[in-house]
C-alpha cells in the first residue's frame, strides 16, 4: 500500500460553452498555454485572496487542432463561440473541462474555495473536494496522456 499523499483543495467543471465565455469575460486572456492543450490563470480568487491555480485540462490524447497556434487557441475558440463561426476543432475534443485549486500548498477548505470560485467565475463547480494531483500526475505519466484529467479528479472528489 502507498504512503497518503498530499491532498488539496479543488473544484471541477464539465465542459460546456457557457464555461469558456465565463472565463473569456471575467479571467482574460490565459497567463500560459501549454502544447498538450492546457490553458492557465493564476488569480488570488480563493478564500481571503488566497492564489488559485485555474486550469482548463485537455482531452485524453489531446492533438492541437490544425491552423492554430498553442498560445491562440482559447482565443479563437471564444471567437467562434461569440460569433457563430465555427471553431478550430469541436471544444469536447480540445478540453474536458476546468479545475481551480489552491496554489502553493494553503490549506483551504474545499467548501470556502467552492464559494470562492463560484463567486469569481460567476458559475458554481459541478464538484469539489480534495484532490490527489501526484496520484493522477502519475496516471497521465504511465499512460501518456492517455486518461481524461477531469474524470480522474470527479472520481477522487466523489470518494
Not at 457557457?18 to 490565459?30: I, K, Q, T, V
Request: aromatic share 8%.
Amino acid at each position: 500500500m502507498t504512503e497518503s499523499r498530499h491532498r488539496v483543495a479543488s473544484c471541477v467543471w464539465r465542459l460546456r460553452p457557457e464555461l469558456l465565455l465565463a472565463l473569456d469575460e471575467r479571467f482574460g486572456e490565459p497567463v500560459d498555454s501549454y502544447v498538450n492543450g492546457s490553458q492557465v490563470w493564476l488569480r488570488d480568487d480563493g478564500p481571503g485572496h488566497t492564489a488559485v491555480e485555474w486550469r482548463l485540462h485537455p482531452v485524453a490524447g489531446y492533438v492541437r487542432p490544425p491552423g492554430v497556434d498553442t498560445y491562440d487557441l482559447m482565443e479563437s475558440v471564444v471567437w467562434a463561440l461569440r460569433t457563430g463561426a465555427e471553431p478550430p476543432a469541436p471544444i469536447d475534443q480540445i478540453w474536458g473541462g476546468l479545475e481551480a485549486f489552491v496554489c502553493d500548498g494553503d490549506d483551504v477548505e474545499p467548501a470556502p474555495l467552492a464559494a470562492s470560485t463560484a463567486e469569481a467565475l460567476g458559475i458554481p463547480p459541478g464538484a469539489f473536494g480534495l484532490a490527489d494531483h501526484e496520484a493522477i500526475g502519475d496516471q497521465v505519466e504511465a499512460t501518456g496522456w492517455k486518461i481524461n484529467v477531469i474524470e480522474a479528479l470527479l472520481e477522487q472528489l466523489a470518494h
